[in-house]
């Protein structure tokens, strides 16, 4: 009986190890380039798209387009905006962990209103011009080879137009998030 316990052992022992060395090896190549959307807000209509690319071992620079229409009673409304990204990682590993920005760029926004109680008279304005922002983030690189991206970020952003360009409901700073996933390679 104990013959056959060391054996089964031994055996055991045999096919676990010969098991982890047949495991596809981890990939440690970094990544330098990132692709990534928005999908929850997505859900609500604000969809987001950005390439980031490492551009030192600390910093990366990064492209971004958002684009929204809410569809309010009575109302018409887009949002159009892209931004050019620069990013920080004091840790020393540009696309991975925790970052602080900045970004600059251009927005257009256009509203349309309706009376909608009366269902008479619409109205019109639009504002375009340049944004700046600020922002904080933490990013991950997941998966066997780091091939999976997931970043989450909270920040603020400011159009720099005249307010009497647009209705009164539209704000010129507001806050911003984010929470994507997307491909690192």
Known sequence: MRRYLVISGALAIGVLSSAAAAQVPVS????????????????????????EQAVGAAMSLGVGGTFWSPDFAGQDMTYTSGDLKLRYYPQGRALEGFAFGMSAGYTHIKDKSTDVIFGTGTSEHTASGPTIGANIEYNWLLGQNNGFFLGLGVGAKRIIA?????SDDVKFGYPTARISIGAAF
């Open 162 to 166: 005249k307010s009497d360009d647009v």
């Open 28 to 51: 440690t190549t970094p990544k330098h380039t990132v692709i990534s959307v928005q999908p929850i807000s997505a859900m609500i209509a604000v969809y987001a798209v950005e390439i």
